[in-house]
T-cell receptor, first 110, second 111 residues
Framework: NAGVTQTPKFRVLKTGQSMTLLCAQD?????MYWYRQDPGMGLRLIHY???????AKGEVPDGYNVSRLKKQNFLLGLESAAPSQTSVYFC?????????FGDGTRLSIL | SQKIEQNSEALNIQEGKTATLTCNYT??????LQWYRQDPGRGPVFLLL?????KEKRKERLKVTFDTTLKQSLFHITASQPADSATYLC??????????FGTGTRLTIIP
């Protein structure tokens, strides 16, 4: 039972490069979320989706885009990476209450 | 905007004692409040949920209380063990599909 799987686990990028973080869930959950976690800031919501084909902005959406083409997958894109986007990124999925998290992607932007 | 404060960044408790963590919020009362555990290098794991019309919830050695007058939730771990050492996060929702998280309290149980 995999739950929520995030790939990659680690990545180092140069400023201006682009990349996509992948999130997959096998629990048939409608809702999916992308957060970033920074020291002293807690988890902050970037974007979320309430179902296949839908996306919405969270608290800190600037510089990120997302897509939910399939119910089980939620992709987070950085079009032009900036050092301020160095963080740990967590994906989560839920039915309507408890959220289930992956183990994160540690991203460094040099 | 809603603010969530968890009482301290770090808390050290002797093994066997009860650990009590605090979560305070401002403005509107949430529809429900959740507590999560996070270990280093791992994602948060859901522990307990309590609704605005509930005073207390229990699960094994865990107990959560919710006081909408004080705008506060208390999270208790009784008979604490070193394996309970982790960061504990509280999170609130206002009836929609989004959670707002506190910054967490790092709990260390000392043998």
């Amino acid at each position: 039972n995999a739950g929520v799987t995030q790939t990659p686990k680690f990545r180092v990028l140069k400023t201006g490069q682009s990349m996509t973080l992948l999130c997959a869930q096998d629990m048939n959950h409608e809702y999916m979320y992308w957060y970033r976690q920074d020291p002293g800031m807690g988890l902050r919501l970037i974007h979320y989706s309430v179902g296949e084909g839908t996306t919405a902005k969270g608290e800190v959406p600037d510089g990120y885009n997302v897509s939910r083409l399939k119910k089980q997958n939620f992709l987070l894109g950085l079009e032009s990476a900036a050092p301020s986007q160095t963080s740990v990124y967590f994906c989560a999925s839920s039915t309507s209450e408890a959220q289930h998290f992956g183990d994160g992607t540690r991203l460094s932007i040099l | 905007s809603q603010k969530i404060e968890q009482n301290s960044e770090a808390l050290n408790i002797q093994e066997g004692k009860t650990a009590t963590l605090t979560c305070n919020y401002t403005n509107y009362s949430p529809a429900y409040l959740q507590w999560y555990r996070q270990d280093p290098g791992r994602g948060p794991v859901f522990l307990l949920l309590i609704r605005e019309n509930e005073k207390e919830k229990r699960k094994e050695r865990l107990k959560v209380t919710f006081d909408t007058t004080l705008k506060q939730s208390l999270f208790h771990i009784t008979a604490s063990q070193p394996a309970d050492s982790a960061t504990y996060l509280c999170a609130l929702t206002f009836g929609n599909e989004k959670l707002t998280f506190g910054t967490g309290t790092r709990l260390t149980i000392i043998p």
